[in-house]
T-cell receptor, first 109, second 114 residues
């Protein structure tokens, strides 16, 4: 069964304290893995798409990596404005899109 | 930049009313989607459309219908709103998903049914 699991559910960091969010997946024929940021009361904002194991993408303090079983979203020296819920999703060769439950990140000044 | 626009951000409707949620995308995407998002339940797919006048049921279609008369526009219809349909509704669009294309979301529509 296709499945996406994100951990931890919630993460509290001090400003400047680097950490990683995990997205483990089981899918028949991965076509793409997506990371989104969602602020309270708003729609998910696209961050990255990863297609194959070993691929990495960066944007400001965020770096996404992909292996055959999981993806990590590394946050380097986070700031309070990085506080949000981060969603992971995968698309399969059947065109199905499966979302994880999200990780809620709080960065304290 | 891709833009998915949901016409209503906040709505309050009465039980039994017919509700229309409108969504427009400007990137000529074939696929359009309606999700609802509830605390603890994550994103759940209501309906999607892969072409004009075409639609497929998602995971929770009961109580909803959709309309896609033009490629850029996808409407979600609640024929008779009920309180358990109070939620945030998200519209999204993409090119072919099985090719790994990214799905883009609108800002969301908060619906309260009283």
């Amino acid at each position: 069964e296709d499945q996406v699991t994100q951990s931890p559910e919630a993460l509290r960091l001090q400003e400047g304290e680097s950490s990683s969010l995990n997205c483990s997946y089981t899918v028949s024929g991965l076509r793409g893995l997506f990371w989104y940021r969602q602020d309270p009361g708003k729609g998910p904002e696209f961050l990255f798409t990863l297609y194959s194991a070993g691929e990495e993408k960066e944007k400001e303090r965020l770096k996404a990596t992909l292996t055959k079983k999981e993806s990590f979203l590394h946050i380097t020296a986070p700031k309070p404005e990085d506080s949000a819920t981060y969603l992971c999703a995968v698309s399969s060769n059947t065109g199905k899109l499966i979302f994880g439950q999200g990780t809620t990140l709080q960065v304290k000044p | 930049d891709v833009k998915v626009t949901q016409s209503s951000r906040y709505l309050v409707k009465r039980t039994g009313e017919k509700v229309f949620l409108e969504c427009v995308q400007d990137m000529d995407h074939e696929n359009m989607f309606w999700y609802r998002q509830d605390p603890g339940l994550g994103l759940r797919l209501i309906y999607f459309s892969y072409d004009v006048k075409m639609k497929e049921k998602g995971d929770i279609p009961e109580g909803y219908s959709v309309s896609r008369e033009k490629k850029e526009r996808f409407s979600l219809i609640l024929e008779s709103a009920s309180t358990n349909q109070t939620s945030m509704y998200l519209c999204a669009s993409s090119l072919l998903l099985s090719s790994g294309n990214t799905i883009y979301f609108g800002e969301g529509s908060w619906l309260t049914v009283v």
